[in-house]
T-cell receptor, first 117, second 110 residues
Framework: GAVVSQHPSRVICKSGTSVKIECRSL??????MFWYRQFPKQSLMLMAT?????????EQGVEKDKFLINHASLTLSTLTVTSAHPEDSSFYIC?????????????FGPGTRLLVL | QQPVQSPQAVILREGEDAVINCSSS?????VHWYRQKHGEAPVFLMI?????EQKGHDKISASFNEKKQQSSLYLTASQLSYSGTYFC???????????FGPGTSLSVIP
């Protein structure tokens, strides 16, 4: 149980294009979904928290107009990197939880490796 | 505020034990532990809530001392499959987000 999928697993795009990443909870309804960014050999940096049907809460320093998050249903959240630039290249990971906040476990998707040329 | 993890890295031979520590400067509601293998997403291991919990998971167990704002992860009789980076995540209140530590790289060699 508690399986989260993420698509695509890897994407290479040209600078200036937009990239959409999908995160789905396959066997449970996720109250909250989280989006993280991870640079090589570094920790997970939370970008934003999203709840179904409401606007995402972005962490300080994360541009909400650049990283658009849509949480359309209890099983699907999407992250769109708009007008991507080489500095946006990173490993993006989503996670889903049964509870909001820190009281419950988070189940992570397999991640999306983005390379912007 | 990001928790502190120690050690940064550890190399073990199969069958040896290891302890990974996680500490915070703030009062904590809970501590999470995750393991991430290279190129993969983190996998949930366990959550410990305030109250001085101790939990076990096969040969991996953890304790949480809320007074000291510290948690320790114990790996007993390590196996090759234990290799990876272990992250602790700390939570200040039940509605707060998880803040992940910098990670501890664990390598188990034959």
């Amino acid at each position: 149980g508690a399986v989260v999928s993420q698509h695509p697993s890897r994407v290479i795009c040209k600078s200036g294009t937009s990239v959409k990443i999908e995160c789905r909870s396959l066997d449970f309804q996720a109250t909250t979904m989280f989006w993280y960014r991870q640079f090589p050999k570094q920790s997970l940096m939370l970008m934003a928290t999203s709840n179904e049907g409401s606007k995402a809460t972005y962490e300080q320093g994360v541009e909400k107009d650049k990283f658009l998050i849509n949480h359309a249903s209890l099983t699907l959240s999407t992250l769109t990197v708009t007008s991507a630039h080489p500095e946006d290249s990173s490993f993006y990971i989503c996670s889903a939880g049964l509870t909001s906040g820190g009281s419950g476990a988070q189940y992570f998707g397999p991640g999306t490796r983005l390379l912007v040329l | 505020q990001q928790p502190v993890q120690s050690p940064q890295a550890v190399i073990l031979r199969e069958g040896e034990d290891a302890v990974i520590n996680c500490s915070s400067s703030k009062a904590l509601y809970s501590v999470h532990w995750y393991r991430q293998k290279h190129g993969e997403a983190p996998v949930f291991l366990m959550i410990l809530l305030k109250g001085g919990e101790q939990k076990g998971h096969d040969k991996i167990s953890a304790s949480f001392n809320e007074k000291k704002q510290q948690s320790s992860l114990y790996l007993t009789a390590s196996q090759l499959s234990y290799s990876g980076t272990y992250f602790c995540g700390t939570v200040k209140t039940s509605y707060d987000k998880v803040i992940f530590g910098p990670g501890t790289s664990l390598s188990v060699i034959p």
